[in-house]
């Protein structure tokens, strides 16, 4: 038994490997392209017919919820960071919706992916952070409330961008291998409630994902800082 996609080697030409894994994360990342461009066309024109209306309604009705979490999280200009958040979230929940197609290992079980999107966030953090209350004013953070807490500060960076990548990768990882195991040693109709079940832990695991995300970005930016709210509103009103 293999614990994900990554093991199963497709094709090898020395160092350089194609394993299941990147397979199915470019298959699922074509499906989400194709279905934003269904889900959009014809945007532009409302007298247009619009089919796939009801898929249509549905997108819209999530990315107005990702965008209320987000507002609710703190974060003063939801806008700025909709994109990266929601398509954090969308590729998330995906992978681990498809994982019901018979042959396909979710990319969300690998490791590697967890670890991607992880590195993703770390790099996002300090960027809106710095976008948002300057260069000068992110770096000082990390001397609060005394220069000898800027070690701790730099550890707690790194440890949480891996608690993250682990947590995704566990949970995900550890479904799978549970429904294996149930699929083995009991009847039929076990696993498949354990797999709705896993199902409801993947959404789960991607709402967590984001929010996380959502709140160390909200942090970096100073959404619940008096004093940086007050220097945004003047940068704004400049």
């Known amino acids: 038994m293999h614990l994900s996609g990554d093991q199963i ?4 030409y020395g160092w350089l490997k ?21 889900a959009t066309r014809g945007l532009t024109d409302p007298d247009r017919p619009v089919r796939w209306q009801h898929w249509r309604s549905l997108l819209e009705w999530l990315m107005v ?13 939801p806008d700025r960071y909709f994109t990266f958040i929601a398509t ?9 919706l498809v994982s019901v197609i018979p042959g396909f290992e979710p990319p969300t079980g690998s490791l ?16 809106y952070g710095i976008r948002s209350v300057g260069l000068k004013h992110y770096l000082r953070d990390y001397l609060d409330p005394t220069p000898i807490m800027l070690p701790f500060n730099v550890i707690s960076e790194l440890t949480r961008t891996l608690a993250l990548a682990m947590r995704l990768f566990g949970n995900m990882m550890g479904d799978g291998m549970i429904i294996a195991i149930l699929l083995v040693v009991t009847p039929f109709l076990f696993p498949v409630v354990m797999k709705l079940l896993g199902l409801l832990t993947g959404m789960v ?23 940086v709210n007050n220097l945004n509103g003047t940068n704004e009103d400049s």
């Not at 397979?23 to 269904?38: C, F, R, S």
């Not at 954090?88 to 681990?96: D, G, H, P, R, T």
């Not at 590697?112 to 960027?127: K, N, Q, R």
Request: charged fraction near 5%; proline fraction near 2%; aromatic fraction near 10%.
């Open 88 to 96: 954090l979230f969308l590729f998330i929940a995906s992978a681990n």
């Open 18 to 38: 194609l394993n299941v894994t990147i397979v199915d994360t470019w298959l699922l990342m074509a499906l989400l392209t194709l279905g934003a461009h269904l």
């Open 112 to 127: 590697s992916t967890t670890a991607a999107l992880a590195l993703c966030v770390f790099v996002a953090v300090p960027l």
């Open 65 to 77: 919820l990702i965008h209320d979490q987000l507002r609710e999280a703190g974060l003063r200009q």
């Open 9 to 12: 080697i497709l094709w090898q």
């Open 205 to 227: 695991q991607a709402y967590i994902f984001t929010i996380l995300a959502t709140v160390y970005i909200a942090a970096a930016t100073g959404a619940n800082n008096p004093d």
